[in-house]
C-alpha cells in the first residue's frame, strides 16, 4: 500500500514532486543558512522515513537561498542549554535522519553550494551522489567552537576523505573546494552553473532504473560495507538472486539480448 506525504506539514523543508517520481526537498531557512535545527532534524526523519513507501523514484535534496546547510542551529543549541543526555538524544535523531538517506533505498542526490559545513556536511554525505558548483565549500569547524561532530561524520565524512583529512580538519578548520574538494571525495560532480539543475538530471536519470534495483544500490551497498568480506559476499548474492530475477526486468533483458537497448558507450 502507497502512502501519502503532505507536504503542507512541513515547515522547515520544502517539498515538490514531479510527475516522473522525482521529489526536490529543500531547507528553507535561509535565514540561518540552512542552519539544522531540533524541527528541521523531525522533518527529515518523517520525510525519509516514509519516502520509500510513498512511491518516489529519487530525491533531490537543496538549499534555499546561498547555501546548502550552516550545519547545527548553534543559536538554538546555545539557548537551549541542553544537558548531556538531551543532547545525546538529539544526535541520536540526526543519525536517525541520515541514516533512512543512506539505507532507505531511494536515491538522493544533494545540490551542493556555499556552505556544507559541520552537520551540513554529514548531511551531504548521507547522499548517494553530491553535485557542488563554483561557490561550494566543505569544512568541519567543531575544534575552533568547542564542539565534536554528533551526526555521523566520524563514519561517513571519514569513509570519504579518510581519517586523517577529518582529523586536520576539524583540528585546523581547513576549508575545501573547488576540484581538491571533488579528488578528496567530497561530491562526485562540480558545475560551473546550477549545481541544483545537474542534481535533476542525475534524479531523472536514476528515476528511470527500477525501483528495486534502486533499492538494492542505495541500501544494499552501505550495509555490505558493514560486513565481513565473508558475510558481504553471502549478502551480495542473495541479493543479486532477488534482484537480478525480478518479473519487472524481463523486458529490459529481452531489449539487451535483441540488441534493441542502448549499449554503453564512452563519453564523446
Not at 558475510?231 to 548474492?237: K, L
Amino acid at each position: 500500500m502507497t502512502v501519502q506525504i503532505d507536504p503542507a506539514r512541513f515547515g522547515n523543508l520544502d517539498l515538490v514532486a514531479h510527475d516522473d517520481g522525482v521529489w526536490v526537498v529543500t531547507l528553507n531557512r535561509p535565514n540561518k543558512r540552512n542552519a539544522l535545527d531540533a524541527q528541521s532534524i523531525e522533518e527529515l526523519v518523517e520525510f525519509f522515513s516514509t519516502a520509500p513507501r510513498a512511491g518516489i523514484r529519487a530525491v533531490v535534496l537543496a538549499g534555499a537561498g546561498d547555501h546548502f546547510c550552516a550545519g547545527l542551529d548553534l543559536v538554538e543549541h546555545h539557548d537551549a542549554d541542553r544537558s548531556p543526555a538531551e543532547f545525546m538524544h538529539l544526535c541520536l535523531r540526526w543519525h536517525e535522519a541520515f541514516n533512512k538517506m543512506e539505507y532507505g533505498g531511494v536515491p538522493v542526490i544533494a545540490a551542493l553550494k556555499g556552505a556544507v559545513v559541520g552537520g551540513g556536511l554529514e548531511l551531504a554525505s548521507a547522499a548517494h551522489v553530491r553535485v557542488m558548483d563554483e561557490s561550494t565549500y566543505f569544512a568541519l569547524p567543531e575544534g575552533q567552537r568547542g564542539l565534536f561532530t554528533g551526526g555521523g561524520a566520524t563514519i561517513r565524512v571519514a569513509d570519504l576523505v579518510g581519517k586523517a583529512r577529518m582529523i586536520d580538519m576539524m583540528l585546523t578548520g581547513r576549508v575545501y573546494q573547488g576540484q581538491e574538494a571533488v579528488d578528496l571525495g567530497l561530491a562526485q560532480y562540480r558545475v560551473e552553473g546550477s549545481s541544483l539543475d545537474k542534481a535533476m538530471e542525475l534524479a531523472r536519470k536514476a528515476a528511470q532504473n527500477l525501483p528495486l534495483t534502486n533499492f538494492a544500490i542505495c541500501s544494499g551497498i552501505s550495509h555490505m560495507q558493514n560486513m565481513s568480506a565473508l558475510d558481504a559476499a553471502y549478502a551480495e548474492a542473495v541479493l543479486a538472486g532477488v534482484v537480478n530475477t525480478q518479473p519487472d526486468a524481463r523486458s529490459r533483458l529481452a531489449a539487451f539480448a535483441d540488441k534493441s537497448a542502448a549499449r554503453v558507450r564512452p563519453n564523446s
